[in-house]
């Protein structure tokens, strides 16, 4: 197997706002290829990783090297597996790899022809065809509308209840399947796909992402050496609200403010940049919609 199929996304980034030190303790909660956690021990940095992905945990394995920590886990899991120490740094990747996008029997892309999967843990859980299958209407229109972000999502969800309704049964079984249905009954704006936010909602729905992240933001930033940072890049609008949201709250950003507009808090935290940066296109093309903030915890 490739050892780096993929790009890390905004990799130099990442390093330079972890501050990464010789010996200093740094998680990643998704090792993903290793790209990230390998720029860390290049800098002489200690990783404990986590990756819900069996195939990229064992390539980070080979990648990083026996002295790295590993672990076969959902990031919500780091508080426990760093068993009270603290990081100088944690790192979490958000999203879909390119190794997953780009492998049809993963499921995640309408580009491929593949079985409907989405899981990011193959091993674990129900599959997106599986979730299709038992789904209410409302139920599905929700999660195509909160999650997908999708303005015709009764439209779509009526259209999976009706083939799944008819005799003989036409379960979706195939990622080419549902494309094509939601192309059926939903306009293309540009050049997005019609499927596109319909993958995106069935995706996080399945994997509970946002409840993923929603648990790690509340527990992360207590596992933090001070000085230590955490680091998050989101892909979409729903993870970096979430984010900005968690890491203003936690700065005290919200708090009333001075004479000089400074924050009057007491928290323990400070934003390191107020805006995110943003991925490049032109290195990365698909780290276009790449959102990174970081979070100090006052030394």
Not at 78 to 85: Q, S
Not at 97 to 108: A, I, K, N, T
């Amino acid at each position: 197997m490739d050892e780096t199929p993929h790009l890390s996304v905004l990799l130099e980034d990442v390093v330079d706002l972890l501050a990464v030190r010789p010996g200093g303790l740094y998680a990643d909660g998704t090792l993903g290829w290793g790209g990230h956690a390998a720029a860390v021990v290049s800098r002489g940095g200690r990783v404990v990783g986590t990756d819900r992905d069996a195939e990229a945990l064992a390539a980070a394995r080979t990648r990083l090297g026996p002295e790295a920590e590993l672990h076969h886990a959902r990031f919500s899991a780091l508080p426990a597996l760093l068993a009270g120490r603290l990081a100088d740094g944690i790192l979490l990747d958000l999203g879909v790899s390119s190794p997953q996008l780009d492998r049809p029997e993963r499921g995640f892309s309408f580009r491929l022809n593949g079985p409907l999967d989405m899981r990011m843990d193959p091993s674990s859980g129900e599959s997106a065809a599986e979730w299709l299958a038992r789904v209410g209407a409302d139920e599905l229109a929700d999660v195509l509308y909160k999650y997908g972000e999708e303005r015709q999502s009764r439209r779509v969800a009526r259209a999976i209840i009706a083939r799944r309704s008819v005799e003989p049964p036409e379960p979706l079984v195939t990622t080419r399947q549902l494309a094509e249905l939601v192309a059926s009954v939903v306009r293309a704006e540009g050049r997005i796909h019609p499927a596109t936010r319909t993958f995106q909602g069935i995706r996080i729905a399945i994997n509970d992402e946002l409840g993923e992240l929603e648990r790690a933001l509340a527990a992360l930033p207590d596992c933090l050496a001070p000085g230590g940072r955490l680091v998050v890049i989101s892909f979409h609008s729903l993870e970096d609200r979430a984010v900005k949201s968690a890491f203003r709250r936690l700065a005290g950003e919200d708090a009333p403010r001075d004479l000089y507009g400074n924050p009057v808090s007491t928290t323990p935290f400070r934003l390191v940049e107020r805006r995110a940066r943003r991925g490049d296109a032109d290195v990365n093309p698909r780290a276009r919609s790449a959102r990174l903030r970081v979070l100090e915890r006052i030394a």
